[in-house]
T-cell receptor
């Protein structure tokens, strides 16, 4: 069983629309969640991180965290074709010497 | 922003041969990682390296794998001998701390074992 589960597997969003991605960890030792974006053939790049309950907004991106359920979500408003990519959720914790544990990702396609 | 460089971007090697994947981490980072990603599957942790030593490794880090970073040179992943199931994209990453810190990734080396 995956320790970090993401849904949906893929998402098609019209340009200007809202994309909503979900991620849950089954490991109670998780402290932090990270959202990375990976364009095809490129390295994953960190978008946002969150460790406190609640919401964090940076530009068009908003991330939510519910620590009790270990669920995080990423919302992209006013989606642009350049947002088309693989979005990876990762988790880390104080007993994680291995950096990050990744989910399988959500592939987002934004069409004009 | 900070960059992790990986060389080469692609490598094709005969099964049973040795391969070395090279990584130039972010200059002031202290912790180095290798991850493996098979097409269509998740990115999986292989190994974490700090101060010249392997700190933690996963069950994917087989006995045929080794890592090192001689002073002033690349952080390397060596596979000897290679097997067909080693075909994957290998991502090098680095971070300043070992826990709850942003990890920076390279573009990956696509290894094909034939």
């Amino acid at each position: 069983q995956q320790k970090v589960q993401q849904s949906p597997e893929s998402l098609i969003v019209p340009e200007g629309g809202m994309a909503s991605l979900n991620c849950t960890s089954s490991d109670r030792n998780v402290d932090y969640f990270w959202w990375y974006r990976q364009h095809s053939g490129k390295s994953p790049k960190m978008l946002m991180s969150i460790f406190s309950n609640g919401e964090k907004e940076e530009g068009r991106f908003t991330v939510h965290l519910n620590k009790a359920s270990l669920h995080t979500s990423l919302h992209i408003r006013d989606s642009q074709p350049s947002d088309s990519a693989l979005y990876l959720c990762a988790a880390s914790g104080n007993n994680y010497a291995q950096g990050l544990t990744f989910g399988l990702g959500t592939r987002v396609s934004v069409f004009p | 922003g900070p960059k992790v460089l990986q060389i080469p971007s692609h490598q094709i090697i005969d099964m049973g041969q040795m391969v070395t994947l090279n990584c130039d981490p972010v200059s002031n980072h202290l912790y180095f990682y290798w991850y493996k990603q098979i097409l269509g599957q998740q990115m999986e942790f292989l190994v974490n390296f700090y101060n010249g030593k392997v700190m933690e490794k996963s069950k994917l880090f087989k006995d045929q794998f080794s890592v090192e970073r001689p002073d002033g040179s690349y952080f390397t992943l060596k596979i000897q001998p290679t097997a067909l199931e080693d075909s994957a994209v290998y991502f090098c990453a680095s971070s300043f701390r070992d826990r709850n810190t942003e990890v920076f990734f390279g573009k990956g080396t696509r290894l094909t074992v034939v």
